[in-house]
Nanobody, 124 residues
Framework: QVQLVESGGGLVQAGESLRVSCAAS????????MAWFRQAPGKEREFVAV????????YYSDSVKGRFTISRDNAKNTVYLQMNSLKPEDTAVYYC?????????????????WGQGTQVTVSS
């Protein structure tokens, strides 16, 4: 089992950058595929980015491709989401999630563990 705790959210202006982090407990962090999802007010939670266990492959939603970068540091049990050129429509609660196995998937139903979320607000 793994516990996830996000941090780093906040209020920024459009065009600025922000990095959110997700710290995982346990000694098996490197055995989990990690992903970021987000949920805007009044909307369903949606996939943002995913990274393999070793960090050698990443995949992004079309809405963030080219602006966001997911990365991980297995020695620190942490996954990051670097967000550049932020837009007001990026405003959401950002969640990290973990799944056992090696497959890259974007459906939230395939993720076993979730953090509590961190709020990111982008003002225009």
């Amino acid at each position: 089992q793994v516990q996830l705790v996000e941090s780093g959210g906040g209020l920024v202006q459009a065009g600025e950058s922000l990095r959110v982090s997700c710290a995982a407990s346990g000694r098996t962090f490197s055995s989990y595929v990690m992903a970021w999802f987000r949920q805007a007010p009044g909307k369903e939670r949606e996939f943002v980015a995913v990274i393999t266990r070793t960090g050698d492959y990443t995949y992004y939603s079309d809405s963030v491709k080219g602006r966001f970068t997911i990365s991980r540091d297995n020695a620190k049990n942490t996954v990051y989401l670097q967000m550049n050129s932020l837009k007001p429509e990026d405003t959401a609660v950002y969640y990290c999630a973990a799944r056992s196995g090696r497959s890259i998937v974007t459906s939230q139903r395939n993720y076993d563990y979730w953090g509590q979320g961190t709020q990111v607000t982008v003002s225009s």
